[in-house]
Nanobody
Framework: QVQLAESGGGLVQAGDSLTLSCAAS????????MGWFRQAPGKEREFVAS????????VYAESVKGRFVISRDNVKNAVYLQMNSLNPEDTAQYYC????????????????????WGQGTRVTVSS
């Protein structure tokens, strides 16, 4: 069983930066591809970014490409989402998720692939 705990959310202004963290209670985080998803009020949860088990492959949603950076530290069992140039459309509950893929270089977008989810952290961007 993997438990994930997000932190780092908050209220920021448009143009600001924010870094989210996801702490994983797991023996070896490098057994999992990791992803970030978000759900804005009144909308479906959507893919934001993912990173392969070995950190060598990253995938981003078009809406955040060039602004957000996903990274991981397999020693610290943590995953991060650095968010730059935030705008009000980025306001959402952000979730960390783990995919127990056997492929060390796979990094997916589909929520169905992810086996474990955190409770989320709220990000609000004011204009």
């Amino acid at each position: 069983q993997v438990q994930l705990a997000e932190s780092g959310g908050g209220l920021v202004q448009a143009g600001d930066s924010l870094t989210l963290s996801c702490a994983a209670s797991v023996r070896t985080l490098n057994s999992y591809s990791m992803g970030w998803f978000r759900q804005a009020p009144g909308k479906e949860r959507e893919f934001v970014a993912s990173i392969s088990r070995n950190g060598g492959v990253t995938v981003y949603a078009e809406s955040v490409k060039g602004r957000f950076v996903i990274s991981r530290d397999n020693v610290k069992n943590a995953v991060y989402l650095q968010m730059n140039s935030l705008n009000p459309e980025d306001t959402a509950q952000y979730y960390c998720a783990a995919d127990a893929t056997l492929n060390p270089t796979f990094s997916g977008r589909s929520q169905a692939r992810f086996d474990y989810w955190g409770q989320g952290t709220r990000v609000t961007v004011s204009s």
